[in-house]
T-cell receptor
Framework: AQKVTQAQTEISVVEKEDVTLDCVYE???????LFWYKQPPSGELVFLIR??????QNEISGRYSWNFQKSTSSFNFTITASQVVDSAVYFC???????????FGPGTRLSVLP | ETGVTQSPTHLIKTRGQQVTLRCSSQ?????VSWYQQALGQGPQFIFQ???????GRGNFPPRFSGLQFPNYSSELNVNALELDDSALYLC??????????????FGEGSRLTVL
């Protein structure tokens, strides 16, 4: 069975600080996909990134960056120079091949204070 | 905006009643999934539909049922409501092929309160 752990329940930072959200996953399959989603107060989950198990390249998109390490089964997410608009709940998720369900972690609530 | 719309946005039911939630998927997407998100938790997979057939089911009892229509829109039905069914119900559409798994595009959800 697959499992996603996000050990940080809540994080508070002051605007412009950098913050890293941790994600550790478990699966015995060699082919899988990892995702990060953002859930603002409106409720809709917003897709941020997808990474497949064969692509360990780290990725940077503006202030966001992701560090995928298969050796430690981690897929961490860093926000650089955080802003108040980054305040939300962030979910890490895992799915296997085509047609399989997504397994979500419990989420990390990020509060960015002005 | 994802193009996934859900209705109703909020509803209140009493224990034992039945509820139907509706979802219109994003244009071109062939797969619809339903997730239950209890307060303070991550979404839990209920089931998935691909071309009108159930294509996977999570650990939910049979009183949770669904349909997908030819236009790929979908319904989630819950019978004999229980207090623990109170949650945000999220619909997600995706375009998946045998080669690749697409990301989920979520609607804003239907918040169900069971009294």
């Amino acid at each position: 069975a697959q499992k996603v752990t996000q050990a940080q329940t809540e994080i508070s930072v002051v605007e412009k600080e950098d913050v890293t959200l941790d994600c550790v996953y478990e699966t015995r399959d060699t082919t899988y996909y990892l995702f990060w989603y953002k859930q603002p107060p409106s409720g809709e989950l917003v897709f941020l990134i997808r990474r497949n198990s064969f692509d360990e390249q780290n990725e940077i998109s503006g202030r966001y960056s992701w560090n995928f390490q298969k050796s430690t089964s981690s897929f961490n997410f860093t926000i650089t120079a955080s802003q108040v608009v980054d305040s939300a709940v962030y979910f890490c998720a895992l799915t296997l091949n085509y047609g399989q369900n997504f397994v979500f972690g419990p989420g990390t609530r990020l509060s960015v204070l002005p | 905006e994802t193009g996934v719309t859900q209705s109703p946005t909020h509803l209140i039911k009493t224990r034992g009643q039945q509820v139907t939630l509706r979802c219109s998927s994003q244009s071109g997407h062939n797969t619809v999934s339903w997730y239950q998100q209890a307060l303070g938790q991550g979404p839990q997979f209920i089931f998935q539909y691909y071309r009108e057939e159930e294509n996977g089911r999570g650990n939910f009892p049979p009183r949770f049922s669904g349909l997908q229509f030819p236009n790929y829109s979908s319904e989630l039905n819950v019978n004999a409501l229980e207090l623990d069914d109170s949650a945000l119900y999220l619909c997600a559409s995706s375009l998946s092929t045998f080669r690749d798994t697409g990301e989920l595009f979520f609607g804003e959800g239907s918040r169900l309160t069971v009294l």
